[in-house]
């Protein structure tokens, strides 16, 4: 497959998204290239847990996107923190079949994946992170899409 | 007023006879244009239809086909992706019935 598949893509997306903007909650911040995206996302509804907050994910395409999924991650920024979350490792790190390799699709796009993430917290009421996350973000020297994510718990 | 042509040409149209006035969802271009690695729409990047219903560029959905995530799966609605003879719009019965012994 060439890199020109992810390019023209990738194009696509931010074409669309210029033209008829994002849903609400989800803003790009950033474009300037197509191997990284910055975008902000927020929970519209009341959950406590993320009330008047903001989050940055940044996404990192590969040449054989959208055969393969994105990398996505939280940043954390002085102004905005990593969403607490039990499928959400303090350093940004999440843990989505959506992301992975098992879950995703090439009809997803980079705003299907906000809209999940948005779900994935209003969601949520643990205020929790995963198990290990202590360990795992101070061991952990992966790049997200070499993890073999095991779902401590899937009813979350 | 007598008028004589003398020369002219022939202009045509095209699109591909689906349902849907709307774009691959792999590389999220129109159906009537080319897949990302194609230059040249119609027969030389022709669509395939699953049996589920989803069209995409033949090109597009052999690329994800062919991935072992991809399981033999419709990207759309997760269906075994089986391509049908004839586009989704036609009436015809496009199963054909086995041979009989």
């Keep these: 497959m060439s890199a020109q598949f992810a390019t023209k893509r990738l194009g696509k997306e931010l074409q669309k998204i210029r033209n008829s903007r994002l849903p609400p909650g989800i803003e790009l911040v950033s474009a300037e290239n197509l191997e990284e995206w910055l975008l902000d996302i927020q929970v519209l509804d009341d959950n406590p847990l993320y009330q008047n907050q903001t989050y940055r994910l940044k996404f990192r395409f590969g040449s054989t996107y959208p055969i393969e999924p994105p990398e996505v991650v939280f940043v954390k920024l002085s102004d905005r923190p990593i969403p607490m979350h039990p499928h959400i490792y303090s350093n940004g790190i999440i843990c989505l079949d959506l992301l992975g390799q098992q879950g995703w699709s090439p009809v997803q796009n980079v705003e299907s994946v906000c809209m999940s993430l948005q779900s994935m917290l209003t969601g949520n009421s643990k205020n929790e992170r995963p198990p290990g996350d202590d360990d795992f973000v101070r061991a952990n020297q992966l790049r997200p899409k070499d993890i073999e994510f095991y779902y401590h718990d899937n009813t979350v | ?101």
């Design chain 2, 1 to 101: 007023m007598k008028v004589k042509i003398k020369r002219w040409n022939g202009v045509a149209t095209w699109r591909w006879d689906i349902p849907e006035d709307d774009v691959c969802g792999i590389c999220q271009v129109h159906f009537d244009g080319t897949c990302p690695t194609c230059k040249y729409p119609g027969d030389d990047c022709s669509l395939l239809s699953g049996k589920c219903g989803h069209n995409f560029h033949m090109h597009c959905i052999l690329e994800w086909i062919k991935q072992d995530s991809a399981k033999g799966q419709c990207p759309m609605c997760r269906q075994r992706f089986e391509w049908t003879e004839q586009p989704n719009d036609m009436s015809m019965d496009t199963t054909h019935a086995p041979p009989e012994i």
